[in-house]
């Protein structure tokens, strides 16, 4: 079992910047990505960007590209999100995921992110 806690999330205006942040509890996995998902009112849960814990490879929804960025420490467990230029479209509720590649899947509480215009 992993935990995984965040904070960070806020209410900005557009154009804005906000960094989201998720500890995972210590665990035994070797082999796993962590990552951000969203949803916003009345639509799916969908991807956000992922990061592999152990080559540091990342990707992106396309719709973030140039404006968010994934990054992890080691030390921490933490995998962090850094939210540039901010849109009003980017509101919604942010989670953090963790994916063994063995098929273990974790889900964080999730934190609200609201973009004005």
């Known amino acids: 079992q992993v935990q995984l806690v965040e904070s960070g999330g806020g209410l900005v205006q557009a154009g804005g910047s906000l960094r989201l942040s998720c500890a995972a509890s210590e665990h035994t996995f070797s082999s796993y990505n962590m990552g951000w998902f969203r949803q916003a009112p009345g639509k799916e849960r969908e991807f956000v960007a992922t990061i592999n814990w152990s080559v540091g490879s990342t990707s992106y929804r396309d719709s973030v590209k140039g404006r968010f960025a994934i990054s992890r420490d080691n030390a921490k467990n933490a995998v962090y999100l850094q939210m540039n230029s901010l849109k009003p479209e980017d509101t919604a509720v942010y989670y953090c995921?963790?994916?063994?590649?063995?098929?273990?899947?974790?889900w964080g509480q999730g934190t609200q992110v609201t973009v004005s215009s």
């Open positions: 995921n963790f994916r063994s590649l063995g098929g273990s899947n974790y």
